[in-house]
């Protein structure tokens, strides 16, 4: 199906004869594909569903008036899909240009599980779309050269579309990657190849998901907004524990020669007790669970965790917090032999 | 508190002792720890230095799935007096003071706390930022069911 559409258009494209209207219907033909795309990968993204219905109409007021809207969309995008993804982070994006200025450009950036599969090896790509119509003309030669010359390995068709939905574009380039093996990449202006920021913003993703799992860890967190607070509570909840450590050994210290020997067999059977009691009414098995499985991935799988998390935690970081207060009411008195 | 004499009264015991991970961890921390510290009352030279050597060791041999507990492992082996926490509380001191100069600047506030818990975490510092922040989550975890442990144990003795 996707051959019959590359077809049609370099076709189309040749004749040079295409009326508006025709190219206008290949347009919405596209967009209808797209939805059926996009609808079929499990994306539940708002901002994806914005451009759905955003290029329902081809009116290109309506591109500008929101084209402010489109790249606080685009710069939404990213860590959304990147969330809903497994490792490997390709994405499509395309760039369109404002109506008045060729040199703007915006970015989208949609992703699809397919898509990211058969991309997984390839290059994001970002061609430019000038809807002026020399530009157009220009981008179609260039499309119908490229894509008479291999349907494999040359840049998309994308770039040859008058109405300049962007999520048109998308999809036709969607659609296009999935069968090339190589895509053209072209940098935009002011910014590195995008692998690099690819793996940048993978890389800071990864960073945040295990700042919110540690955020869930440590008591008291949820107050404090941004990294620098969130580090300074975990760097001062490990030391606290560090230093209860350091204090209950002390104590242990003094008391070990008056330890009964008898005692020690019952206690040991009475932690386990103990724990299976504490671990069972906390409820906290969903957080420890996740934890030892761990070192194969190295990464925590949040998906899992999340749920249960706000419910479970609290109950017991309370509890910590009683323990610890009366703990440290002790040590006051403790730490003066 | 109240838990514990709860526990007393009712002892129930795990039906499945080996899936739950932190009863697993306090089981084998106590089953280490509590024969080490029967030995050292033996030996009748129990220092607070030693006691604290086993409580590392005893932590560092429970938790073996974990990077940071080789790193304690080793430190734990090659030297006589090795505390990572004891170090840790004279770094504390200076932990409080740094919030109130860092404060403005949180990009490079940010760089200096992630610095400070490496050093925290043993063998912190070798790890880049994302294999640290995960271990020190487990880490955290297993701190806390360290204390737990301790406090138990102590409870139990006084």
């Known amino acids: 199906m996707l051959e019959g559409l590359v077809s049609q258009e370099s076709l189309s494209l040749n004749s040079m004869d295409m009326s508006v209207l025709e190219r206008l219907k290949w347009v919405h033909q596209q967009q209808q594909q797209l939805q059926q795309v996009v609808s079929h990968s499990s994306n539940n993204s708002p901002e994806l569903l914005q451009i759905l219905q955003f290029h329902g109409s081809n009116n290109d007021e309506l591109l500008e008036s929101s084209f402010s809207q489109f790249q606080m969309l685009g710069s939404g995008f990213g860590p959304n899909y990147n969330m809903g993804f497994g490792p490997p982070h390709e994405c499509i994006s395309r760039t369109s240009s404002c109506h008045m200025e060729p040199v703007d450009t915006m970015e989208v950036l949609l992703k699809t599980g397919e898509e990211t599969r058969a991309i997984a090896l390839k290059n994001k790509r970002k061609p430019e779309v000038k809807t002026r119509e020399e530009q157009k003309t220009e981008k179609k030669i260039k499309v119908e050269a490229e894509t008479e010359s291999s349907m494999k390995g040359k840049s998309n068709m994308g770039n040859t579309e008058a109405s300049s939905d962007t999520s048109k574009e998308t999809s036709k ?114 957080v420890d669970v996740p934890l030892f499985p761990l070192d194969q991935q190295g990464s925590l799988d949040l998906s899992a965790i999340n749920p249960n998390q706000t419910t479970s935690i609290e109950a017991p970081s309370a509890s910590w917090e009683t323990q610890s207060q009366s703990l440290y009411n002790t040590s006051s008195l403790g730490f003066h032999y | ?134 271990e020190i989550g487990n880490y955290i975890k297993c701190l806390e069911l360290q204390t737990i442990a301790l406090k138990s144990i102590v409870q139990d003795s006084t």
């Open chain 1, 173 to 286: 380039g969607a659609s296009e990657n999935q069968k090339l093996d190589y895509i053209h990449v072209r940098a935009r202006r002011g910014q590195a190849t995008d692998r690099h920021s690819l793996a940048e913003r993978a890389r800071r993703e990864k960073i945040s998901k295990k700042m919110k799992y540690l955020q869930d860890i440590v008591p008291g967190c949820n107050k404090v907004t941004g990294k620098a607070g969130m580090l300074d509570e975990i760097i001062n909840y490990v030391q606290c524990l560090q230093r209860q450590v350091e204090f209950l050994s002390m104590k242990l210290a003094v008391l070990n020669p008056e330890l009964e020997l008898a005692v020690e067999d019952v206690s040991v059977k009475q932690f386990q007790a103990y724990f299976a009691n504490v671990v069972a009414s906390k409820q906290s098995i969903m």
């Open chain 2, 1 to 134: 508190m109240e838990r514990q004499i709860i526990n007393k009264k009712k002892r129930v015991f795990s039906l499945e002792p080996n899936k739950n991970p932190s009863a697993v961890f306090t089981r084998k921390y106590t089953s280490h720890l509590v024969p080490a510290l029967k030995k050292l009352n033996m030996n009748k030279n129990s220092s607070k230095q030693t006691v604290k050597h086993e409580v590392d060791m005893a932590l560092a041999l429970s938790a073996q799935e974990f990077a940071w507990s080789r790193f304690l492992l080793q430190k734990l082996s090659s030297s006589s007096n090795p505390t990572t926490t004891t170090s840790s509380s004279s770094d504390g001191i200076r932990i409080l003071e740094r919030p109130d100069k860092e404060g403005g600047n949180e990009e490079g506030g940010i760089e200096e706390r992630l610095r400070e818990l490496k050093k925290l975490l043993p063998g912190g510092e070798e790890m880049n930022v994302e294999e640290m922040l995960s």
